[in-house]
Every structure is written in structure tokens, then in C-alpha cells.
């Protein structure tokens, strides 16, 4: 391919690569990629058809920086999965042993017209919709995506619209929704469902996931629980075996902070109640930090400013408190035993917000489960570490990608 100078979107097969927007697309369907795996096909694609050297890619891609060659052995491998490369069929990129590799799909320039065409036709739109539970209260729920049904349940902090675009939370949507219709929730007194609301309490948010799976129309769909809402997850679970195909429990755990910390923890968890009731949505950079530190002490500071608008956003100091009250009442342990649906625990290996623990008990107690341990100390995995694409890898082993 001769070079247009455009360095802006190109076609091969029927994948879309725009460079400015930094977005591989199949269709409409975006595949998410890391920062430097999608610079690692970028250089590939703007050179179809010539050998690229490892040096020359690892000069590219990591510039300034020294780098295992591993490192670039680990994106290849990664690009050929997303590309669905296969030893069978017609390879979208060679290896030349010892040298480099080769992009051998046949590659066009696309102008920015109908790049623009390409963006548009690829960005993944959610559908926002209501539904009222049996005790008159509003939530507001999205689908994205096709495939098979994948329901989130609820957990701490969401807001269906502002999350959408947030670093936080934007790549679980994106890769979740390429293989599924994917169904998410505001609970009650959260994000965009009602706020002003009187009783909160664990029934409750098993009864608002009821209410959104039902108004979604689903019959049977995979379950993912994520921190809290996997107790919600286990209990609609035993509640409606015949409906949950699989169960996926992340950061999860079967009792909250009143069934198993000390003395002196309970009294510190008090304490951060009632500085969440006095402090939140005040932009204080030193109370922000207290959460951040907690949920993603990896975190860059787009993070931070994300995580903390999220918290500003989202619900009350009020409603704060009170859903930080009820998580911590939690206790499903006596319903593990009776988990029927295949299931896999997920946990990070240095989570401190939710410690391995607590997903130690759930594996040990739900019967044929499978547990997972991710190298991680974020409570929400971040795009562009390592533990990300493992965790899709064995995501899409148990959901059937």
C-alpha cells in the first residue's frame, strides 16, 4: 500500500482503523485494545505489505523507553485474537522468525469523509429507558449491544449517562457489549433512577433487578456481579435458577463489614459514614482521596477527577450514607450452598477495598465454582493494565466467546 500521507482511518477485511479516534471496529461493534497493542497495529497497518523489524516497532511503539521484546511478542498475540487470525485461514499478520512481522490483508486508505461515516457507524449507542418497580419507584436502565443477554446488577456508585464516557468505567461497557446485549441499572435512590426514595435495603435492590430484567423482556441471561452486587447476583440467582445461564462474581463478597470486622474497624467505618454525610459532593480534594485511594490506589489523576465527579454526581450525602449502611448489613452465606448455576469468582489479588478473602469464600462455598486471581490492587481494573485483558480472556472462556 502506497503511503497516502493521511495516517487517519483505513479499511482491510471488514475492520475499520481510525487512527485519530484511536478505535478498531468490526461494523458497529468497537473492539477495545490497550494503548500500546493499538499502536503496535497501527504501525503494521500504515506499513501493509513490508516487514516491519521488532526494533522498529518497539523504537515506535515505546519510544524512549527500554522494553522486553516479549512486550511486543504479548500485543501480536493479542492483535491476532481481536483479528480472529487463525493458522487455517488467511493470516492479518505474518511472523518472519527472528526478524519481525508483516501486515498481509489488503489495506485502503479511507478519506475523511467516509472516515467520519466509519466513526459514526461505530460508535456504540446505549438506549436508555424507565420502569417502575411494585413499590411505585423509578429506575432507569440501558441496553448496548448484541448477542446473547449479560445483566450487571447494580453496585456502589453508578450513573447510567455519566459513566458512559468515564475512563472508569468505559471499556467494561465497550468490551462487554461486543458479544452481548448488555443490560445495566441505576438502583433506587442512585444515578438516574429516583432518588427521594424511603426503603432501601437489600430486598430491595433484589427486587429492582427483578423489576429491570423484566422490563428488558429477558428470558434467560448471563448474571455479572460486581463488589456488592454480587450478593445481589447470588440471591436473584437461587431466587430464579431457571432464568441465570451463568454467573460471574468480580470483586465480590458474601457479607458486609457488620458480619466480620473488628471492634475498631466498625468504629472507623462509622466515622467514614458520617464524613460522607458532612463531606460529600464538596470537592474536597482530601475527602475525593479517601475513596480514590480505596477503589483505585492505582489510579492516574484523569482518574481521580473522573471517580470524583462520579461520586458528585451520582446520589446525595444522604442516600451515600444510607447505601454505604445497607452493603455493609449484607449476609448471603446461607445461600451459597444452594448456587446451582456455573459460576466464576473473579478477585484481584491486592484488592484492599474488598480483600481476596472475601472471594476465597464465595469460590469455597458455591459448589463447582471457579476462582480467578487477577494481578491487580484496583477494586475497578483499569484499561491499560495488565490484569485487564486477562480478565476478558477468562471472561470470554466461561461466557463462550
Not at 432501601?200 to 423489576?211: A, C, I, K
Not at 463531606?279 to 485511594?293: E, V
Not at 476465597?360 to 487477577?374: D, N
Request: hydrophobic share 40%; net charge neutral; aromatic share 8%.
Amino acid at each position: 500500500m502506497a503511503d497516502t500521507g493521511l495516517r487517519g482511518a483505513y479499511q482491510f477485511g471488514p475492520f475499520q482503523l481510525d487512527v485519530r479516534e484511536r478505535r478498531l471496529s468490526r461494523g458497529r461493534e468497537v473492539i477495545p485494545l490497550r494503548l500500546k497493542v493499538f499502536d503496535t497495529l497501527r504501525v503494521l497497518v500504515e506499513n501493509a505489505g513490508r516487514l516491519v523489524t521488532k526494533r522498529e516497532l518497539l523504537d515506535t511503539v515505546w519510544p524512549e523507553t527500554t522494553v522486553e521484546e516479549n512486550n511486543l511478542n504479548h500485543n501480536v498475540s493479542v492483535l491476532r485474537k481481536a483479528l480472529g487470525d487463525r493458522p487455517t485461514g488467511e493470516p492479518y499478520i505474518e511472523t518472519v522468525p527472528r526478524v519481525g512481522y508483516r501486515f498481509a490483508a489488503p489495506v485502503e486508505a479511507v478519506g475523511p469523509r467516509t472516515a467520519a461515516a466509519v466513526a459514526s457507524a461505530a460508535r456504540a449507542r446505549q438506549d436508555i429507558r424507565y420502569c417502575t418497580t411494585g413499590d411505585g419507584v423509578r429506575l432507569a436502565y440501558a441496553t448496548v449491544g448484541t448477542g446473547p443477554p449479560l445483566v450487571k446488577t447494580s453496585n456502589w456508585l453508578t450513573h447510567l449517562d455519566f459513566e458512559w464516557g468515564s475512563p472508569i468505567w468505559r471499556h467494561w461497557y465497550a468490551a462487554l457489549s461486543l458479544h452481548h446485549r448488555l443490560v445495566r441499572y441505576d438502583e433506587r435512590g442512585n444515578g438516574m433512577s429516583q432518588r427521594d426514595v424511603a426503603d432501601v435495603s437489600f430486598e430491595t435492590w433484589v427486587r429492582d433487578l427483578e423489576t429491570v430484567v423484566d422490563a428488558a423482556g429477558l428470558d434467560r441471561f448471563a448474571l455479572l456481579g460486581i463488589s456488592r452486587g454480587g450478593s445481589i447476583a447470588i440471591a436473584y440467582a437461587v431466587k430464579h435458577p431457571e432464568r441465570v445461564t451463568q454467573l460471574v462474581l468480580y470483586g465480590a463478597f458474601a457479607r458486609g463489614w457488620s458480619h466480620y470486622a473488628t471492634p475498631k474497624e466498625l468504629e472507623g467505618r462509622r466515622a467514614l459514614r458520617s464524613l460522607v454525610r458532612l463531606g460529600w459532593g464538596l470537592n474536597n480534594p482530601a475527602f475525593c482521596k479517601t475513596f480514590t485511594c480505596r477503589f483505585i490506589p492505582e489510579a492516574t489523576p484523569e482518574h481521580e477527577r473522573w471517580f470524583d465527579e462520579l461520586q458528585r454526581v451520582s446520589t446525595s450525602p444522604e442516600n451515600a450514607a444510607r447505601l454505604m449502611e445497607r452493603a455493609d448489613d449484607i449476609d448471603v452465606r446461607h445461600l451459597l450452598s444452594q448456587v446451582k448455576t456455573p459460576t466464576l469468582v473473579i478477585h484481584c489479588d491486592r484488592d484492599q477495598q474488598i480483600v481476596p478473602e472475601r472471594g476465597h469464600e464465595l469460590a469455597a462455598a458455591i459448589a463447582g465454582a471457579r476462582y480467578v486471581s487477577l494481578p491487580s490492587a484496583n477494586h475497578l481494573m483499569l484499561e491499560d493494565e495488565p490484569a485487564w485483558p486477562l480478565f476478558l480472556e477468562e471472561l470470554g472462556l466461561f461466557l463462550n466467546w
